[in-house]
């Protein structure tokens, strides 16, 4: 599954502006990947992966922000359509799991 963050947080003084960064570089050193301004994915391997990024995310959040996610299933992102200017563009992938026995 992926669980997307969308967010909006105040960019107003230079204290919000830091706040803004810390929380962009803290989703990017959790694996996220930046898809839009403001919205962020991140492939998991189950529901319980997503409620413990989930859960570390609302640890994180600037006292100021407003933070949505959405997890939804590899079938669903899979369906998802990309569009640049005229051209359509293909989604991604999920990354390749090392599975261990």
Known sequence: M???????????TPMHRRQ???????????????LQFSVYAR???SEESSATHSQRIRDCL??????????VTER???KQRIFMGLKQKPTEAAPLQLMMF
């Open 62 to 71: 600037p006292p100021e922000g407003q933070v949505r996610l959405l997890a």
């Open 76 to 78: 669903q992102f899979g």
């Open 20 to 34: 803004y960064t810390r929380f962009r570089k803290f989703l990017l050193r959790e694996g996220f990947s930046r």
């Open 43 to 45: 492939y998991c391997v």
């Open 2 to 12: 992926w669980l997307f963050a969308m967010f909006d947080l105040p960019m107003k």
